[in-house]
T-cell receptor, first 122, second 110 residues
Framework: GAVVSQHPSWVICKSGTSVKIECRSLDFQATTMFWYRQFPKQSLMLMAT?????????EQGVEKDKFLINHASLTLSTLTVTSAHPEDSSFYICSARDFPRGQGAIAKNIQYFGAGTRLSVL | RKEVEQDPGPFNVPEGATVAFNCTYSNSASQSFFWYRQDCRKEPKLLMS???SGNEDGRFTAQLNRASQYISLLIRDSKLSDSATYLC???????????FGTGTSLTVIP
């Protein structure tokens, strides 16, 4: 399957620090990337949908000024957790959608996930 | 009503057993269906995608029932390595709306 690289895999930071997480699609172009958060033993929670060249669409309850998303190219989206606090500690996962235009679009409408970033805010 | 519902389990089965999970979805406009597996503290990995009535890959069979709006995942001859959480994902109208089930936990016991 397609490869999505997420970096860093683990971050420990002090309260008040901003943390930037990168998500790259390595072998396909992703016009859409998704950012999720997952707490222990819970399901993935969609935070925002990131569209290349336009503003991200945030889910209800997710502060856009807190979680800044930039999708400047077809292969890179970044999530910045601004002024992180202990309650922001979580597992953040990105995914990229492999959805080529044209024929067979439905057949390729698959999300591939990055390996996740474990954020611990002290 | 949730868009996608799964039995969270846990399912504890002996090695070699056959186990089946069901996932129901509420939106009849749903077009793409996926099963992912997620190991503890790891990212979800695509197991199977289902576009027509079903799909088979080795010991794994996924079936789609549009009339009753559910998809199922059947695992035959369970292995210890099959222990994971299985996520059902539904996409509506090929748009950006992907809905995740809460996952079904499977533990295969020696």
């Amino acid at each position: 399957g397609a490869v999505v690289s997420q970096h860093p895999s683990w971050v420990i930071c002090k309260s008040g620090t901003s943390v930037k997480i990168e998500c790259r699609s390595l072998d396909f172009q992703a016009t859409t990337m998704f950012w999720y958060r997952q707490f222990p033993k819970q399901s993935l929670m969609l935070m925002a949908t990131s569209n290349e060249g336009s503003k991200a669409t945030y889910e209800q309850g997710v502060e856009k000024d807190k979680f800044l998303i930039n999708h400047a190219s077809l292969t890179l989206s970044t999530l910045t957790v601004t002024s992180a606090h202990p309650e922001d500690s979580s597992f953040y996962i990105c995914s990229a959608r492999d959805f080529p235009r044209g024929q067979g679009a439905i057949a390729k409408n698959i999300q591939y996930f990055g390996a996740g970033t474990r954020l611990s805010v002290l | 009503r949730k868009e996608v519902e799964q039995d969270p389990g846990p399912f504890n089965v002996p090695e070699g057993a056959t186990v089946a999970f069901n996932c129901t979805y509420s939106n009849s406009a749903s077009q793409s269906f996926f099963w992912y597996r997620q190991d503890c503290r790891k990212e979800p990995k695509l197991l199977m995608s289902v576009y027509s009535s079903g799909n088979e890959d080795g010991r794994f069979t996924a079936q789609l029932n549009r009339a009753s709006q559910y998809i199922s995942l059947l695992i035959r001859d369970s292995k210890l390595s099959d222990s994971a959480t299985y996520l059902c994902v539904v996409n509506i109208n090929t748009g950006n709306q992907f809905y995740f089930g809460t996952g079904t936990s499977l533990t295969v016991i020696p």
